[in-house]
Structures are given as C-alpha cells and as structure tokens.
C-alpha cells in the first residue's frame, strides 16, 4: 500500500499533501464562479499546441506548489541532461538522445551518423514512392509491410495512419505485428509476392513475433518465380544489430541502422519511421520532426508555469499521487487519431510502469497510471457513462483540433462541440434538483421524477485537460508526440524511475519460449500445475 507521496526531503511534499486535503473542497463550478478568469490563467500554448488545464482540480496554489516540486528534483539540469547526452538510461549505461534526431543542428551530439542515416532514408524513400524499387522478377514494388512490434510498430502505424493521404506515392503501406498468423494472413492476402517489400524492424533483431514474421515472410517471398538471392531485393531491416540481419539474409545496402541512445517507444524520428517517409513522404516527416524540435525547444527553454509537458506531466502526478487515480483516460477527438491511445500505452506504461528506483530502493509511492482511451465520439457511445457517473475517479484528457486538416468536413464544428460538450458535463454534472425539474417539463408525473431523478443526476466535478492542436497536420502532430515524450520523461524525474529501460517485459519472453518447447512435445518439467494443465489439454486434443 503506498504511502504519502515524498520522493525526496524537499519540505514541498508534506505541504502538497497538506493541500490535498484542502482541495477536497474544491468544486470545479465554483473555481469557475469564483475566478472568472480561470480560462485566461490556465492555459498556455507552444508549438501550435494550446493546454487547457482549467478544468483541473488545481488553483493557483496547486500549481504553485507542483512548479516547487519540479524544482524539488532538479528537472532543470534533468532536461538539460536529457538533451546534452547524460546517461539518463543508468541501468544500461545509456544516453536517450530522440531529441537530435528532429534537430541535427550544430553541436547535436552524434549529428554527422544521424544526417547520414537520414540521406538514406530520403533516398530510399523517394525511389520506392516514385516505383523505383524493382523486385525480383522486375516488377516496380507496390507495396510496402512493415513487421515490427512495441517500438517498432506502434509509433509508425500510429503517425501513418494520421498522415494517410498526406501526399501519398506509389505504394501502400501496411503494418504486421502480431505472432498469431492470421495477422500476417490477412495483410498478404490483397498482395502479391513480386511486388512486395518488407521491412523488417527490430532494434535488438531478436524479438520473437518479428522474427517470426520475418520467416513467414521469406517464406511466403520464395512462392516468387526466379533465383532465391533476388528474394533478398524485397527485404530491408532496421535495426541496432546489422550482424543478425546480415545473417538472416539482408543485403548490408538493405540495413538502415538504429543506435542503443535511441529506445525503442521513442524510435520513429529514426529509420524506424521508414514506412512514414514512404507513406507520407520526405517533406512532411521533415515537418513531423520539425513540430518535435519546436516542442524541444520550448521543454528546454520556457518558464516551468507555462511549459506544456511540464505542467502536464506535474498535473499527472497531482492525480495519481494525491488523488490516487490510478488510470487516466487520453480521448482524441480526430478520427486520425485513433492509433494514438494504443501509442501513449507503451510509451506512458513501458517508460514509467517501474516499482523500483534509479537509486535501486524501491519505490513506496504508485507510478504510472494505466492509459487507456480510444478515438471519439466513438467512446461517448460505450465507456462515457462510467467516466461521467461511475464510482472510479478518472481524469480525461481530450485532444482535438481547431481546424481539422484533411479529411475533415463541415461537420468539424460537431466534433470539437462533442468533445467540449463532455468536458464541460465531467465538470458541471447535472443535480437531482436540476434533473427533477427537467422530468416535470417532460410531463412526468411528480413521483415518477422523484424516483427518476437520482438515477439522472451526475456527480460533475470530474477533471479534464484539453489538448488543442491548431490543425491536425504533420508538424503539430509532430509537437503533440514530444509534448507526451516530455511529460513521460518528467514524471520520470519526479518518481526517480529510469524511463528508458523495460526488464518488466523479459521473464514473460523467457517462460514463452519454454513453454512453447512443452507445447511442441519437451518435457514440461518443473512448470507449475495450472501452465502443466493446458499444456497437457493442448497436447491431448493434437495427439502428442
Ligand atoms: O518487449 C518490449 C520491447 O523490447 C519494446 O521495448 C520494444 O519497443 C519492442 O519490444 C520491440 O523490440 P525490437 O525493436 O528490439 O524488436
């Protein structure tokens, strides 16, 4: 059981949990009636990107006394050590520099491998979008699979998705990560060997499901009519480990290298980002990074009270440490947006879901609330109804557009007032007064409303953030991932954890591969009786 939030000595905690207790009085309505100017006061913008915190659960003094904590745990020279290179990654004795990757300017550590990695990207790019990439049998490609997982999925798939049609070229880009085949199956089924490429991407080239992707793949390329050496012209790989690949069989011309100062969750403004560039072209991933640099800048640079991921970041601790809200919901109101929840989850959870410290003392304080969420108005129709009159205390966070960019239409005005329209009904709730009243205009008789009403009422109270984008295009799309790559890095400061490494994820992979060998008739040895009994139906109902 956690308890009282202190991360550190620094007095700025216990007068933090001194404050809670005070802000169980707050009532968002009366903030509101109260401070007038609460709108003007408690929003910010950079990067095209405006913050929208008013209707927090925060007065002036909360975030006064956040802004001290962040100072507390030295976040300035922590950013500065993000962006000049420091081992921020202990564990792994690693720098975590994503940040040079959208800004190659002068003095950017490692400058001189990331713009020549970036020629070839370009390169690479242009040749496929115009159909200049001849396969094995001569035929131009025409489409294009990404096999990656994590890392080396979510971001691409995600910024893919939003910039479809942003410029498209010749060839159709799509995205396998899953080790169930039917994942694979379902994508090959509209292609055609000849014309098929794949990029095989894996930071480490041993993960699992890409490798067995990757196998399928080859397999499924060597269908193809022609020499088995030609198969090697529709395989590409990004990766840290060029010997692995070498020795899967892709041509060293054919391996766009990765660096261990690049994680993977923080991996698309590198070649990861291969299947953007041919999707969406040099430009608008120049864009992409562009929007990125400019959040940097502005992490870097501004006033902690009007810096975006750090008041972001600073409110997330408010309500998971002194709220215990263990969960936060991210609802984008941009159907471009819906890989974007499915993104956060790995880059908020693998980054932050750690019990023990860069110190290596163990934490006694919660980390990382659960992100989930999916895109909107779609999750007004299933998952509102809890947010607005369940008994769980879940902060929202809504992101939209003012102008929606392509794709969006005159309805535009419909979304942006759905998305304005829950927040405000988190905020004000609805009274039992208020719903009696409105069944007696409907014509209920008085017993009818009285024993209707309690049911209609809605607590309110229930904070959101508001995370408005200017238009939804490459650049700001570009400063909205940095503005959560930042949050996640200063939240990462505050609870001392090491947001760039991920053992959690290990033992997991250790016990698959035995019990796979179990599975496929060895020995199944010491395992414990409940993994032995569906070990032992699998073998029975396929005769081992
Ligand atoms: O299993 C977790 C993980 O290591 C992620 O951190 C990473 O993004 C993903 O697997 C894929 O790893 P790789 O790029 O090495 O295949």
């Known amino acids: 059981m956690p308890g009282p939030f202190k991360p550190n000595d620094a007095p700025v905690w216990p007068l933090l949990a001194k404050h809670r207790r005070a802000a169980q009085r707050f009532s968002l309505p009366r903030l509101f009636e109260q401070e007038p100017d609460r709108f003007e006061r408690m929003h910010c913008s950079a990067a095209g990107l405006t913050l929208d915190y008013s209707r927090s659960l925060a007065t002036a003094e909360t975030v006064s006394l956040l802004l001290q904590a962040a100072e507390a745990v030295q976040l300035r020279d922590r950013i500065e050590a993000l962006f000049g290179g420091g081992e921020v990654n202990p564990t792994e004795g690693r720098a975590a520099l994503h940040t040079s990757l959208r800004d190659a300017g002068a003095g950017t550590p490692h400058r001189g491998e990331i713009e020549e990695v970036q020629r070839r990207i370009a390169s ?54 899953n080790i169930d085949g039917a994942d694979l199956a379902q994508v090959l089924a509209g292609l055609a060997p000849e014309t098929t490429l794949f990029i095989i991407s894996s930071k480490s080239f041993s993960t699992l499901e890409t490798l067995q992707n990757a196998a399928a793949a080859r397999q499924w390329l060597s269908g193809m009519a022609g020499r088995e050496e030609d198969y090697a012209r529709h395989l590409v790989a990004v990766t840290a480990n060029p010997g692995r690949a070498t020795e899967f069989g892709i041509p060293e ?27 969406a072209g040099v430009d608008n991933f120049n864009e992409l990074r562009a929007g990125a640099a ?83 108005t779609n999750g007004q129709h299933s998952f509102h109804q809890l947010l607005h009159q369940g008994t769980r205390f879940v902060p929202v966070e809504f992101i939209a557009a003012l102008e929606p960019g392509r794709g969006g239409d005159e309805r535009h005005p419909w979304v942006l007032a759905s998305c304005l329209g829950q927040a405000r009904a988190l905020m004000t709730g609805k009274t039992r007064e208020e719903a009696r009243e409105e069944l007696l205009k409907e014509g209920k008789p008085e017993d009818e409303a009285d024993r209707l009403a309690p049911h209609k009422a809605m607590p309110g109270n229930r904070p959101s953030n508001l995370i408005l984008l200017e238009r939804l295009d490459p650049r700001h799309l570009g400063a909205l991932i940095a503005l959560y790559e930042h949050k996640v890095y200063v939240q990462s400061v505050v609870w001392h954890t090491n947001a760039f490494d991920q053992y959690g994820v290990e033992l997991g992979k250790v016990l698959g591969k035995r019990i796979h060998g179990a599975l496929t008739g060895g020995d199944a040895g010491d395992l414990d009786p409940a993994t032995r009994g569906v070990i032992d139906l699998y073998k029975k109902k396929y005769g081992k």
């Open 124 to 177: 690479f790019a242009v040749t496929l979008r115009a159909g200049g990439w001849i396969g094995a049998t001569g035929r131009p490609v025409t489409d294009l699979v990404n096999l990656g997982i994590g890392g080396s999925d979510l971001g691409p798939r995600m910024v893919t998705a939003a910039l479809h049609g942003d410029d498209p070229g010749r060839v159709r880009c799509h995205f396998v990560s």
């Open 253 to 279: 011309d054919n391996i766009f290298p990765l660096w261990d100062w690049v994680g993977g969750r923080y991996s698309l403004w590198s070649a990861v980002g291969l299947p953007i560039v041919v999707a």
């Open 294 to 376: 400019a959040m940097d800048e502005h992490f870097r640079q501004a006033p902690f009270g009007e810096n975006l991921p750090v008041l972001l970041g600073m409110l997330g601790i408010w309500y998971l440490n002194y709220w215990n809200a263990t969960s936060y919901a991210v609802l984008p109101y941009l159907q471009r947006l819906r890989l974007f929840p499915d993104f956060l989850q790995q880059l908020e959870m693998e980054s932050n879901g750690k019990s023990m410290r860069t110190d290596s003392r163990a934490v006694d304080y919660d980390t990382a609330p659960v992100v989930w969420g999916s895109v909107e």
